[in-house]
C-alpha cells in the first residue's frame, strides 16, 4: 500500500512538472530563506551579545562614597572628603559570601615617555590580582602581572593598544621600557583592544601597574569607587544592598552609595529578545508564503485530476483512500522543497558570508527546523485541497473534462 | 439480483428540480445480458450509476442481492463498487501514467483483501482479453481498441458478479466495437450480469434484453420468448 502510494505520488509529480517545480519554488525559497535567517541572526545575535558582554561586565556593581552625579571618582583627592580604605575592601571580599571580588578603581593620568617620545594626560589604573576577571580584559601579548608583581609592586606595567602604538609602532612592545610620572617601568604584556565604550575616553590609551605599585606613585588618601564582582548574576541587586549595609556598619555615619548596572542586564535580555522575535515573524511569514502556493497549486491539480479521482471512486477507493493519497503527494512535494531549500539556503549563506560584512552561525537547527516547517507546510495547507478531493461526488467528478 | 422499487432521482440545478428518474421498479436476476437505450437525456446514465452504487436514489429502494443500499455508508458503497462492480466507460478512463498490467492492478488497491499475487491475476486478466503481449505499454501506446479491453480486464480484476458499461463502443471502430461487444458477451456466458447503454441499434440487437427509457420512464422492455421465469427482467412500464 505504501510502496502504491509512493510510486503513484512520484508518477503524479513527474507527469505535472512545471506545477511541482512551482510548488517546490514556493516552499524551496521560504525555507531556504528561512535557513539563511536562522544562520544569520544565531551569527549577529552571538556578535552582538559577545560585544555587549565585552563592553561591560553585568555581574558587577558599583561602591562610592558620594553621590552619581558629584565629582569625585577614582581616589579622593579633595581632602576631608569621606573615604574607603584597602582593609575596607578586603574585608567586603572575605566577609560577604556571593561576592567574588572587589576591585578598587586606583586611577591617575599622567605623562607617559619612551625615548624622545612624549605622550601626556594618560590614564593609569592601579590594579588587584582579580582586575582580569571582573573587567573581563584580556592580554594580547605577553602576560598580566604574576601576584609577586602585584604583592610587592614591581616595576612593570600593561599597556592599552593606543600605547603600544604611539611608543612601539610596528613593534612588539613586551620587554621594553616606558616611563610613568618619571618611574622605569618594563612593559610585560598588551591589552586587547576594547574599541568602542560608548563613553568619550578612548578606553585603548589606558596603562595598567600593580596597584601596590600605583600607591607608591600616586600616594591616594582612600578609595572613593570600588567595583564589585559578583558570583551569581542574578544575586547582584541584593548582595549590593549588604555591602552597603556592611560597609555603613564599618563606618557609623557615613552614607555609602552602591549602583547596580542593570541597563546592562536588560540590553542584553532585550537584545537577544528582539532578534528571536524577528526570527520568528520571518519564519511565520515564509511558512505562510509557502503553504499558500502549497494549497493554490495542489487544488489545481486536484481540478486537472477530478476525472481520476471519480475513476478511484468508482473502483472502490473510500474517501479517506483519497484525502491520504493527495496528502502523501503534498506531504513528498514539501519533503523534497524543503530538503534542496535547505541546501540552497546553506549556499546562499556561505555565499553572503563571503561576500559580505555578515557573520554566520550554521547550525543543526536551521536544517531540522527548515524540514519540520516544510512537513507541516505540507501537512497543515495539504488538508484543505485533500479533504475537497475526497469529498467529490464519484458521478460528478467522472463527468468533468480533463 | 439487483432490485429497484420505486425509484425517483431528481437533480436540482439552478434552482430548478429535474427529474431525471420517475418512479422506476426494476428487477434485474444475474446471469444475464440486458442493454439500456434511450436518447440523450432520458436517465439511462443515471439509472447505470445508482445500479452502480455510484449514486443514490432521491426516494425508494435500491437492493444488492438483497441488502439494502440505503442503509450502506459511502465506504460501505465503496466496498461494493470494489467487490460486486466492474465499470466500463465510454473514454476507457486509464490513468495515462501508468501502463496496462499497473492499471489492471488498480482495484487491489481498494480492496479489503488483495490476492496474495495480485501481478499474477492482473497478467491472467490481461491474456485473457488477448492483450499478453501489451501488458507494459502505456494508454497512450496502445489503439482505442486495446485501451477499452485494458478496461475490462479492470472491471475484472477483482472477480465481480456485474459488469457495468456506459457506452464502451462510443469511442471506438466499428470493428474494434464488435470485439468488445463479443467480448462482454463471452463474460455473460461465463456467468456475468452484463448490462450496457447504447444507442447502437445493431449492437442492442444483439443483447436478448432490451430495455427503452424515455423521460426517465422505462418504456419498453424487450425479453427474449424462451427466457425462464427466473431468467426473466422485470420491469413497470
Given at each position: 500500500m505504501k510502496r502504491v502510494l509512493f510510486k503513484t505520488a512520484a508518477r503524479q509529480l513527474g507527469a505535472n512538472k512545471a506545477a511541482t517545480l512551482f510548488m517546490c519554488a514556493g516552499i524551496m525559497v521560504g525555507i531556504a530563506v528561512l535557513t539563511i535567517v536562522i544562520a544569520l541572526s544565531q551569527g549577529t545575535k552571538a556578535r552582538i551579545l559577545e560585544r555587549i558582554d565585552r563592553m561591560a561586565a553585568s555581574d558587577t556593581f558599583t561602591v562610592r562614597t558620594s553621590p552619581w552625579g558629584q565629582g569625585g571618582g577614582g581616589m579622593g583627592s579633595n581632602s576631608g572628603a569621606f573615604l574607603l580604605s584597602f582593609e575596607d575592601i578586603l574585608s567586603l571580599q572575605e566577609q560577604i559570601p556571593g561576592v567574588t571580588a572587589a576591585l578598587p578603581a586606583l586611577n591617575a593620568r599622567g605623562t607617559v615617555t619612551s625615548g624622545k617620545s612624549v605622550m601626556d594626560s594618560v590614564s593609569v589604573q592601579g590594579v588587584v590580582q582579580e582586575f582580569q576577571q571582573v573587567r573581563n580584559s584580556t592580554v594580547q601579548s605577553g602576560s598580566f602581572f604574576s601576584d609577586f608583581d602585584i604583592k610587592e609592586g614591581s616595576r612593570t606595567a600593561i599597556v592599552g593598544p593606543a600605547v603600544a602604538n604611539h611608543f612601539f609602532p610596528g613593534e612588539n612592545p613586551?620587554?621594553?621600557?616606558?616611563?610613568?610620572?618619571?618611574?622605569?617601568?618594563?612593559?610585560?604584556?598588551?591589552?586587547?583592544?576594547?574599541?568602542?565604550?560608548?563613553?568619550?575616553?578612548?578606553?585603548?590609551?589606558?596603562?595598567?601597574?600593580?596597584?601596590?605599585?600605583?600607591?607608591?606613585?600616586?600616594?591616594?588618601?582612600?578609595?572613593?569607587?570600588?567595583?564589585?564582582?559578583?558570583?551569581?548574576?542574578?544575586?547582584?541587586?541584593?548582595?549590593?544592598?549588604e555591602t552597603k549595609a556592611f560597609l555603613e556598619a564599618l563606618h557609623p555615619g557615613q552614607e555609602i552609595y552602591v549602583r547596580v548596572p542593570m541597563t546592562t542586564v536588560g540590553t542584553r535580555q532585550e537584545t537577544s529578545r528582539t532578534l528571536s522575535l524577528y526570527l520568528t515573524v520571518v519564519a511565520i511569514v515564509a511558512l505562510l508564503v509557502g503553504g499558500v502556493v502549497m494549497m493554490n497549486l495542489t487544488s489545481l491539480s486536484i481540478s486537472a485530476r477530478t476525472r481520476e479521482i471519480g475513476l478511484r471512486k468508482a473502483l472502490g477507493a473510500r474517501n479517506r483512500d483519497i484525502s491520504q493519497q493527495i496528502l502523501f503527494e503534498t506531504a513528498m512535494i514539501s519533503a523534497l522543497a524543503g530538503l534542496t531549500g535547505i541546501l540552497l539556503g546553506i549556499l546562499l549563506t556561505i555565499l553572503l558570508t563571503a561576500r559580505l560584512e555578515l557573520q554566520a552561525l550554521l547550525s543543526w537547527h536551521a536544517p531540522v527546523a527548515g524540514l519540520i516547517f516544510a512537513l507541516l507546510i505540507g501537512l497543515l495547507f495539504g488538508v484543505r485541497p485533500a479533504n475537497r478531493a475526497a469529498r467529490l461526488d464519484p458521478v460528478t467528478a467522472l463527468r468533468s473534462v480533463g | 439480483m439487483l432490485k429497484l422499487e420505486n425509484v425517483i432521482k431528481v437533480y436540482t440545478a439552478n434552482e430548478n428540480n429535474v427529474d431525471a428518474l420517475q418512479e422506476i421498479s426494476l428487477q434485474v436476476p444475474s446471469r444475464i445480458f440486458l442493454a439500456i437505450q434511450g436518447q440523450s437525456g432520458s436517465g439511462k446514465s443515471t439509472l447505470l450509476n445508482i445500479l452502480g452504487c455510484l449514486d443514490r436514489p432521491t426516494s425508494g429502494t435500491y437492493t444488492v442481492d438483497g441488502a439494502d443500499t440505503g442503509k450502506l455508508s459511502d465506504d460501505g458503497l465503496a466496498s461494493l463498487r470494489n467487490q460486486r462492480f466492474g465499470f466500463i466507460f465510454q473514454s476507457f478512463n486509464l490513468l495515462p501514467r501508468f501502463n496496462a498490467l499497473e492499471n489492471v492492478m488498480l482495484p487491489f488497491l481498494y480492496s479489503p483483501s488483495p490476492p496474495e499475487n495480485p501481478r499474477a491475476v492482473a497478467q491472467q486478466m490481461l491474456e485473457k482479453v488477448g492483450l499478453g503481449n501489451r501488458m507494459h505499454h502505456l494508454p497512450g501506446e496502445l489503439s482505442g481498441g486495446q485501451q477499452q479491453r485494458v478496461?475490462?480486464?479492470?472491471?475484472?480484476?477483482?472477480?465481480?458478479?456485474?459488469?457495468?458499461?456506459?457506452?464502451?463502443?462510443?469511442?471506438?471502430?466499428?470493428?474494434?466495437?464488435?470485439?468488445?461487444?463479443?467480448?462482454?458477451?463471452?463474460?455473460?456466458?461465463?456467468?456475468?450480469?452484463?448490462?450496457?447503454?447504447?444507442?447502437?441499434?445493431?449492437?442492442?440487437?444483439?443483447?436478448?434484453?432490451?430495455?427503452?427509457?424515455?423521460?426517465?420512464?422505462?418504456?419498453?422492455?424487450?425479453?427474449?420468448?424462451?427466457?425462464?421465469?427466473?431468467?426473466?427482467?422485470?420491469?413497470?412500464?
Amino acid at each position: 500500500m505504501k510502496r502504491v502510494l509512493f510510486k503513484t505520488a512520484a508518477r503524479q509529480l513527474g507527469a505535472n512538472k512545471a506545477a511541482t517545480l512551482f510548488m517546490c519554488a514556493g516552499i524551496m525559497v521560504g525555507i531556504a530563506v528561512l535557513t539563511i535567517v536562522i544562520a544569520l541572526s544565531q551569527g549577529t545575535k552571538a556578535r552582538i551579545l559577545e560585544r555587549i558582554d565585552r563592553m561591560a561586565a553585568s555581574d558587577t556593581f558599583t561602591v562610592r562614597t558620594s553621590p552619581w552625579g558629584q565629582g569625585g571618582g577614582g581616589m579622593g583627592s579633595n581632602s576631608g572628603a569621606f573615604l574607603l580604605s584597602f582593609e575596607d575592601i578586603l574585608s567586603l571580599q572575605e566577609q560577604i559570601p556571593g561576592v567574588t571580588a572587589a576591585l578598587p578603581a586606583l586611577n591617575a593620568r599622567g605623562t607617559v615617555t619612551s625615548g624622545k617620545s612624549v605622550m601626556d594626560s594618560v590614564s593609569v589604573q592601579g590594579v588587584v590580582q582579580e582586575f582580569q576577571q571582573v573587567r573581563n580584559s584580556t592580554v594580547q601579548s605577553g602576560s598580566f602581572f604574576s601576584d609577586f608583581d602585584i604583592k610587592e609592586g614591581s616595576r612593570t606595567a600593561i599597556v592599552g593598544p593606543a600605547v603600544a602604538n604611539h611608543f612601539f609602532p610596528g613593534e612588539n612592545p613586551v620587554g621594553e621600557m616606558i616611563q610613568v610620572e618619571g618611574m622605569q617601568l618594563e612593559v610585560i604584556g598588551v591589552l586587547t583592544s576594547r574599541g568602542a565604550t560608548g563613553k568619550g575616553s578612548n578606553a585603548d590609551e589606558i596603562i595598567l601597574v600593580p596597584h601596590t605599585l600605583f600607591t607608591k606613585m600616586f600616594q591616594p588618601a582612600g578609595l572613593s569607587t570600588v567595583t564589585v564582582k559578583v558570583d551569581n548574576i542574578a544575586d547582584v541587586e541584593r548582595l549590593a544592598d549588604e555591602t552597603k549595609a556592611f560597609l555603613e556598619a564599618l563606618h557609623p555615619g557615613q552614607e555609602i552609595y552602591v549602583r547596580v548596572p542593570m541597563t546592562t542586564v536588560g540590553t542584553r535580555q532585550e537584545t537577544s529578545r528582539t532578534l528571536s522575535l524577528y526570527l520568528t515573524v520571518v519564519a511565520i511569514v515564509a511558512l505562510l508564503v509557502g503553504g499558500v502556493v502549497m494549497m493554490n497549486l495542489t487544488s489545481l491539480s486536484i481540478s486537472a485530476r477530478t476525472r481520476e479521482i471519480g475513476l478511484r471512486k468508482a473502483l472502490g477507493a473510500r474517501n479517506r483512500d483519497i484525502s491520504q493519497q493527495i496528502l502523501f503527494e503534498t506531504a513528498m512535494i514539501s519533503a523534497l522543497a524543503g530538503l534542496t531549500g535547505i541546501l540552497l539556503g546553506i549556499l546562499l549563506t556561505i555565499l553572503l558570508t563571503a561576500r559580505l560584512e555578515l557573520q554566520a552561525l550554521l547550525s543543526w537547527h536551521a536544517p531540522v527546523a527548515g524540514l519540520i516547517f516544510a512537513l507541516l507546510i505540507g501537512l497543515l495547507f495539504g488538508v484543505r485541497p485533500a479533504n475537497r478531493a475526497a469529498r467529490l461526488d464519484p458521478v460528478t467528478a467522472l463527468r468533468s473534462v480533463g | 439480483m439487483l432490485k429497484l422499487e420505486n425509484v425517483i432521482k431528481v437533480y436540482t440545478a439552478n434552482e430548478n428540480n429535474v427529474d431525471a428518474l420517475q418512479e422506476i421498479s426494476l428487477q434485474v436476476p444475474s446471469r444475464i445480458f440486458l442493454a439500456i437505450q434511450g436518447q440523450s437525456g432520458s436517465g439511462k446514465s443515471t439509472l447505470l450509476n445508482i445500479l452502480g452504487c455510484l449514486d443514490r436514489p432521491t426516494s425508494g429502494t435500491y437492493t444488492v442481492d438483497g441488502a439494502d443500499t440505503g442503509k450502506l455508508s459511502d465506504d460501505g458503497l465503496a466496498s461494493l463498487r470494489n467487490q460486486r462492480f466492474g465499470f466500463i466507460f465510454q473514454s476507457f478512463n486509464l490513468l495515462p501514467r501508468f501502463n496496462a498490467l499497473e492499471n489492471v492492478m488498480l482495484p487491489f488497491l481498494y480492496s479489503p483483501s488483495p490476492p496474495e499475487n495480485p501481478r499474477a491475476v492482473a497478467q491472467q486478466m490481461l491474456e485473457k482479453v488477448g492483450l499478453g503481449n501489451r501488458m507494459h505499454h502505456l494508454p497512450g501506446e496502445l489503439s482505442g481498441g486495446q485501451q477499452q479491453r485494458v478496461a475490462v480486464a479492470r472491471a475484472l480484476v477483482n472477480k465481480p458478479g456485474v459488469i457495468l458499461a456506459d457506452e464502451p463502443t462510443g469511442a471506438l471502430d466499428s470493428k474494434s466495437s464488435r470485439e468488445i461487444v463479443d467480448l462482454l458477451a463471452e463474460l455473460n456466458a461465463e456467468g456475468k450480469t452484463v448490462i450496457i447503454i447504447t444507442h447502437e441499434a445493431d449492437i442492442a440487437s444483439q443483447c436478448p434484453y432490451v430495455l427503452t427509457l424515455s423521460d426517465g420512464r422505462i418504456t419498453d422492455l424487450k425479453s427474449p420468448k424462451n427466457a425462464k421465469v427466473s431468467q426473466k427482467v422485470v420491469a413497470s412500464l
